[in-house]
């Protein structure tokens, strides 16, 4: 909004100046007319961005300081101009996007209402493994990590019967990792793996069985030999 106000005293500015040096304005009439043909022809995405920054200025679908992904970009908003909107990444890097972007693609905001985030920890073990021993060591791992919410709580899916393993689902919320969720999934995949292998619980691997029966039917039989004639 200050930004908005920050333009109209500009534009009111310079329309009193103009009043004021004694130019008829109504003469400005031709000149609007040829911006427009110009923003028509050649200034549509600058008009585009233009009007698209108004948009995220008024109904502010994103504010500095949220997460957010745009395309395959992921970064938090540090910087919403008229033109472009600065996102910072993980890696340092400031990308800017064009204010079109946000109105034109689909834009997710992580932390729009809350700043709270769901991180998923798919984990498989092996065949014989007691299931309610698996959901009560995930559980552990989960409330015993300093960035792991109490509310809501953390939750163990058993999501399906796997070619070689019980496959499980780890499901924790956070508020301080929301910019790193892959480096909490590893930390938890470590302790995991700590736990299991203090409490006996296998992490299986890709495996065949081959089962072969008994048959009365030979699977080879040696040939006789002819003595050659002549």
Known sequence: LATILQYLIVFFGILIVLQSAGIDLSSLTVLSGTIGLGIGFGLQNIADNFFSGLIILLERPVKVGDRIQV???NGDVVRIAIRSTT???NDNINIIIPNSEFVSKQVINWSHNDRSLRVSVPVGVAYGSDPEQVKHVLLGVAENHPDILTKPSP???????????LDFELLVWTETRIQTPRFLRSELNYRIFDAFRKNGIEIPFPQTDLHIR??????WEPRERKNPTG
Not at 214 to 219: V, Y
């Open 87 to 89: 996102l910072l990444t």
């Open 155 to 165: 939750a163990v899916l058993f999501s399906d019967f796997g070619n070689s393993s």
């Open 214 to 219: 008994s048959s009365d039917i030979p699977l």
């Open 71 to 73: 395309g395959e970009i």
